[in-house]
């Protein structure tokens, strides 16, 4: 965590250095920093991608946040295409392997759920006796959809119990499905249990897992399985893992609550803020939307103030996390 002294001065220097066109050496002599002051901005510089590391000098800042987003892209499309390659070979573990074997242990460790009309009959079965069953842990990714209020409430049934029981609950849903009524009107009763809540732009399949033991785990690639449930720590705990990676990168509910409602934007706002996400100068941004520069500037100005930020930069980060530039 860095604290608001060391904030200001990384603010300092690379104000001065962007000002200037001073070196890091140049602007921390300048900037009066001490001996133990100037490793922790060097770092924190280098940390947010604003200092060049070999002639150390001041990188622009859109571009760091620019490049910063390219890299948690990535990160996320490996994690992703891990997780669906995990799937695909869950799925035929046990539709080609597992059950023809005839081991009759390994028939009881996965359970296909058809896509028929005796599916949602046994998921709601299932679910109630694994949370009868829960103790300690209940983890659930949950990407878009229109959420039946049934089901909703149904949900906050089960965590109860579980609560009552002294388990720990996380909840991890997509940005956008945060916009929807039903949801948004059903979390306030949940975080009243004290279940804990975050968002990320992206979250790929839908999952329920209990005491890392067993879980639920939709099948969005095969049209006529819905869903495989796997009673196998060995099976479950991959998943587990990567649940564990996307709550660390996600974040908090009360951010995303505060900000998911994006109604308050004007077009103008929406499309300064793509192009401000793309590294774009405001000269640039003014010939592409077909106004003056000042306009811009006023514009950035009033989305900084709006997102609570004091750069552009930080503008950006918050747009980002709050799921603007969806």
């Known amino acids: 965590m860095v604290d608001h002294a060391e904030d200001q001065a990384v603010q300092e ?25 100037t490793p922790l901005v060097r770092r924190r510089l280098s940390e947010l991608g604003l200092l060049h590391g070999t002639a150390e000098i001041a990188v622009d800042a859109v571009a760091a946040l620019t490049r910063i987003l390219g890299d948690g892209r990535e990160r996320l499309t490996e994690a992703l295409a891990t997780l669906t390659e995990q799937q695909d070979n869950t799925l035929a573990l046990a539709n080609d392997y597992l059950r023809p074997a ?13 896509d028929d009309d005796t599916f949602r009959p046994r998921i709601e079965a299932l ?34 119990e579980l609560h009552e ?23 306030p009763k949940r975080l009243e249990l004290g279940v804990q809540v975050k968002a990320t732009p992206i979250v790929p399949i839908r999952m329920v897992v209990y005491d890392r033991e067993v879980a639920v785990v939709d099948a969005p ?64 941004i003014a010939r592409s939307l077909g106004v003056s520069v000042r306009t811009v500037t006023r514009v950035v100005a009033e989305l900084t ?11 950006g980060v918050q747009a980002a996390r709050l799921g603007w530039l969806d």
């Open 13 to 37: 220097v690379y104000a001065r250095m962007r000002r200037n066109g001073e070196t890091f050496a140049q602007a921390v002599a300048s900037v009066g920093l001490s001996n133990t002051e």
């Open 305 to 315: 103030g709006q997102l609570g930020a004091t750069s552009r930069f930080q503008a």
């Open 221 to 284: 690639n095969d049209p006529d399985i819905r869903a495989i449930v796997l009673r196998n720590r060995l099976l479950v705990g991959p998943l587990v893992d990567f649940f564990d990676y996307c709550w660390l990168t996600a974040t908090e509910i009360d951010d995303v609550l505060r900000g998911s409602d994006d109604s308050g934007l004007s077009e103008q706002q929406r499309a300064v803020l793509r192009l401000l996400a793309t590294g774009a100068k405001d000269e640039a």
């Open 165 to 187: 029981r002294g388990a720990q609950i996380r909840l991890l849903y997509s940005q956008r499905g945060l916009r929807h009524g039903p949801l948004r009107d059903n979390l």
């Open 127 to 160: 679910l109630d006796e694994f949370a009868s069953a829960g103790r300690h842990e209940l983890i659930e990714t949950h990407p878009y959809t229109a959420w039946d209020p049934r089901h909703l409430d149904a949900g906050l049934r089960r965590d109860r």
């Open 102 to 114: 005839g081991d009759e242990r390994a028939g009881a460790d996965v359970e296909i759920l058809r």
